[in-house]
């Protein structure tokens, strides 16, 4: 599939699922003008960024964190970006920068981090279990992530790391924290994709774990979510839900 058919392709699973239509959309669909576009979150008291492991959202609020890693698939990435930039939609990336998606769709996602829409966070280099590394090696791996995203986002990524896999330990955490990462971030909810898996089991997943104070874990690695976002859309405004990037909620 080329670029553009991918895009129109997208635009109408956004327009299915903002219509809250369950039927294949029409090839020429996209999304209503008339739909509200998500807004900054206004009245938040940010905390203090916590050390030890992240799980959740501080607070009472009705917010809920998307966050989305690795990004093997650059058409995935494309299509998070182009979610973002047409709905208002708040996100936290958790970026391998080996991926060239992050370089290819800069030009997408760039004014969205700088418009304070989306936050880019570290998630190591290449993706390596960094507990199977030397204390030089996950150092090597986290500095250069950190290189790739102030060259070509202009931010360190810090300070929330997600090691991949989510395998840490106690030493681990303490190296990180050294490096500039106190907080461990895990999360609260899965949509299911870091494997390739069906449409619907996603939207069954984000029904269960869109959730208010949850974060939860994406992958833009496979095409099978990029036929749900209008899905996903749909879950958190039903819901009442005030979508946040982790920046929002924590001072850094």
Request: glycine share 8%; charged share 20%.
């Amino acid at each position: 599939m080329d670029r553009r058919t991918f895009l129109a392709s997208l635009a109408a699973a956004v327009a299915a699922g903002l219509a809250g239509c369950g039927a294949e959309p029409a090839p020429d669909a996209r999304p209503s003008p008339t739909v509200a576009r998500f807004t900054a979150p206004t009245g938040l008291r940010k905390v203090p960024l916590p050390h030890g492991t992240l799980f959740e959202l501080p607070g009472k609020e009705r917010t809920v964190a998307l966050t989305v890693d690795d990004g093997t698939s650059s058409a995935v990435i494309e299509g998070y970006a182009t979610l973002a930039r047409d709905t208002g939609l708040r996100l936290t990336f958790f970026c391998n920068g080996v991926n060239a998606g992050w370089t290819t769709h800069a030009d997408l996602l760039r004014p969205l981090h700088d418009d304070n829409q989306i936050f880019l966070a570290n998630h190591t280099w290449s993706h390596p279990n960094l507990l199977h590394l030397s204390a030089t090696r996950v150092a090597r791996q986290v500095r250069r992530n950190e290189a790739f995203l102030q060259n070509t986002y202009g931010t360190l990524g810090r300070p929330f790391m997600r090691p991949p896999y989510g395998a840490h330990d106690r030493a681990l955490d303490a190296q990180l924290a050294d490096l500039g990462y106190p907080v461990v971030t895990m999360w609260l909810g899965d949509l299911g994709d870091s494997t390739v898996v069906s449409p619907r089991t996603i939207v069954a997943n984000a029904k269960d774990w869109l959730l208010p104070g949850h974060i939860v874990i994406g992958h833009a690695n496979h095409r099978s979510v990029t036929k749900v976002y209008g899905q996903l859309v749909e879950i958190i405004r039903a819901r009442h839900l005030q979508p946040v990037h982790l920046g929002d909620v924590f001072e850094v």
